[in-house]
């Protein structure tokens, strides 16, 4: 995910994350079946299941329900550092469908942007269980996930993801002994933008140096990030889309402070914030992705990401991430690349992203970071799977569907994302005009190359 400093967008005033277990709300995961395949055909996983982020989550005292945080602020009498905080704070079960807008059927996932209750609560972010204490790790060296999504009620601005962390397996409680809460509760967050907009961070709260956000009410940033291995295989609305790999030299989650967290300079983190990215609207192909386009986001469609290794086993380094649509049982190859200077490919291989980098003039941080060698280091040792709708307070959403920068000319190679105008995305707006928007996720699958779709 590019400009992913604030994600929660979120307007529930009483919602908070924390490593204390409350007792108020029983914390019951709404089930997600998906399946394993092979050639001899596919296996239903029923024990899934989904949990919310702890950062969307009601925190309160453990001896009551005074607000540990409120608005953008922690209370400092109960969080005057962060081991105190995490130690003061509980964190309570969450009511899905009533609170966050989220509820499942059988495959599907259903993710509402906005929902209205006692309060109002905008976005969400969950993660696949495999148990009511362990997240599902997917390790996808030479195998290939699928998943049918419809985006038809996702507007410009909004973004509904589906994307690999390098979290731990339980949410970080044996490395941390004062979070309590674990993968149970949704904690342990990381990603390539080593994001410091989470509360808590490897079992203490990320109090110190907090700043409330400017432009949101709910939000802020502290002095420490979590940064991680992201892939990104799915962040789309219904007129622009992206799949993104991005490395990072750390070993799983790793702890940053103050300027290694790209406070001054986003590229001084272990991490690659940019990817090397394949949007087919950036590539050249505005006639792909889109409402009546090749891919139709008027309706639901198959989306299927290949890891291919560099001696088609598990054992090999990651050589290539490759991607197939399907709709109304119509097999779609990827858009080909359509720049002057570049190979008219259709994947993501090391070297389409050092034509990409040269061509666009962007930084090569992804090669620097260890490229696709490096980000399938992470997919052999295992991610979490993260399923999400956001927008985006930091660049409106802009670097997905519209012209990015904006103050660069449109006729610029990789200037152009997608047709949105680079006047929307603005989260106050989006929320106002498009309360009801959308994003489901349903029959995920994982298997063997060729075996899902």
């Known amino acids: 995910m590019f400009p992913k400093v604030v994600l929660t967008a ?34 239903t996983q029923s024990n899934g299941a989904v949990v919310l982020d702890s950062n969307w989550r009601w925190t309160h005292t453990t001896t009551g329900y005074t607000n540990c945080y409120t608005g953008n602020e922690w209370d400092s009498s109960l969080c005057p550092d962060g081991p105190t905080c995490a130690a003061n704070c509980a964190l309570e079960g969450a009511d ?17 942007y906005v929902t209205q209750a006692s309060q109002k609560n905008v976005g969400s972010r969950l993660y696949l269980l495999n148990s009511d204490t362990q997240y599902e790790m997917f390790q996808l060296m030479n195998q290939e996930f699928t998943f049918d999504v419809d985006v038809s009620q996702l507007p410009c601005g909004l973004n509904g993801a589906l994307y690999f962390s390098e979290m731990d397996a339980d949410g970080g409680m044996s490395k941390h002994p004062t979070n309590k809460a674990g993968a149970k509760y949704g904690t342990g967050y990381c990603d390539s933008q080593c994001p ?46 992206a799949y993104t ?8 989650l790793e702890r940053c402070e103050g300027t290694a ?4 300079d986003r590229y001084a983190t272990v991490c690659d914030p940019d990817g090397c990215d394949f949007n087919s609207f950036r590539m050249g192909d505005k006639s792909f992705f889109g409402p009546g386009l090749t891919v139709d986001t008027n309706s639901k469609f198959t989306v299927v990401t290949q890891f291919i290794s560099s001696n088609n086993s598990t054992s090999g380094n990651l050589a290539e991430i ?9 097999v779609i190859q990827n858009s080909k690349v359509n720049i002057p200077g570049m190979t008219s490919g259709d994947s993501i291989t090391d070297d389409f992203c050092d034509e990409q980098k040269q061509v666009f003039g962007d930084r090569t941080q992804f090669q620097a970071k260890g490229g696709l060698t490096e980000m399938g280091t992470a997919l052999k040792k295992g991610m979490v799977l993260v399923l999400s709708i956001w927008d985006d307070h930091t660049a409106n959403m802009l670097w997905l569907d519209s012209n990015y920068p904006v103050n660069a000319s449109a006729s610029n190679p990789g200037v152009a994302r997608g047709p949105c105008s680079t006047d929307s995305g603005k989260p106050d707006e989006v929320e106002s005009q498009h309360p009801d928007a959308q994003v489901i996720f349903s029959n995920i699958r994982v298997g063997d190359i060729d075996t899902t779709y």
């Open 10 to 43: 979120f307007s529930l005033l009483a919602i908070v994350s924390a490593q204390q277990v409350g007792n108020n709300t029983a914390e019951t995961h709404p089930k997600l079946s998906w399946q394993k395949c092979t050639a001899s055909g596919c296996t």
């Open 96 to 112: 899905y469908p009533g609170t966050y807008g989220v509820t499942t059927s059988g495959n599907a996932l259903t993710l509402k």
């Open 196 to 241: 410091r907009d989470l509360k808590f961070i490897d079992g203490e709260a990320n109090s110190e140096g907090w700043e409330a956000s400017p432009n949101d009410s709910n939000s802020g940033t502290g002095k420490y990030g979590a940064c991680c291995n992201e892939m990104d295989i799915w962040e789309a609305n219904s007129m622009a889309s």
């Open 245 to 252: 790999p991005h490395p990072c030299t750390s070993d799983g």
């Open 261 to 264: 967290c790209g406070t001054e």
């Open 322 to 330: 490759r991607r197939i649509y399907v709709q109304n049982g119509r």
